[in-house]
């Protein structure tokens, strides 16, 4: 079935590597998304990769997918206070490109 | 250039109601898709329209629907409102139908049902 997952809270010091993880279930994934959403926000597509894709960097963003284990992260270096909100994993399918499925969120805090 | 516009930003029914919501994709997008986001249910896929046309929906009933304009403009209705409604619609826009290119949300209609 169509599942996404990720664990929902991480705390880091501000200046520290954050790493956020993610599992989904369905093979079929053509793309993964990571996407942030601040308080009163919508969601703004941070970076997305292609299933046969292992890594993808962007300034100091890192996402690496691990297609076997169905495992995809995101690697934020240097965090800052300006990274705090909840980070959403996505897939869309071969089946239905159109319709993206989202995990429940990882809610992201800097502390000093 | 502008992006997605959702209006309004926020509403509040009364149980019973029937409610529209507004999407203005960015310039130039012809694919818009609406999801839920709840506290309980998280982010959940509504239904897509590309070229006025609806190309997939997700699983809720028949009193959620929508429509798109020629303009690429797109709204979605919910009638007979629940207390179960209450929630975030976000709106996203894409160039295309399918998500090669991704998609660009709104800051999304907070709706409140009473």
Known sequence: ?112 | KAGVTQTPRYLIKTRGQQVTLSCSPISGHRSVSWYQQTPGQGLQFLFEYFSETQRNKGNFPGRFSGRQFSNSRSEMNVSTLELGDSALYLCASSLEAGTNYGYTFGSGTRLTVV
Not at chain 1, 2 to 22: A, K, T
Not at chain 1, 62 to 90: E, M, P, W
């Open chain 1, 1 to 112: 079935g169509e599942d996404v997952e990720q664990s929902l809270f991480l705390s880091v010091r501000e200046g520290d590597s954050s790493v956020i993880n993610c599992t989904y279930t369905d093979s079929s994934s053509t793309y993964l998304y990571w996407y942030k959403q601040e308080p009163g926000a919508g969601l703004q597509l941070l970076t997305y990769i292609f299933s046969n894709m292992d890594m993808k960097q962007d300034q100091r963003l890192t996402v690496l997918l691990n297609k076997k284990d169905k495992h995809l992260s995101l690697r934020i270096a240097d965090t800052q206070t300006g990274d705090s909100a909840i980070y959403f994993c996505a897939e869309s399918l071969y089946s239905s490109a159109s319709k993206i499925i989202f995990g429940s969120g990882t809610r992201l805090s800097i502390r000093p």
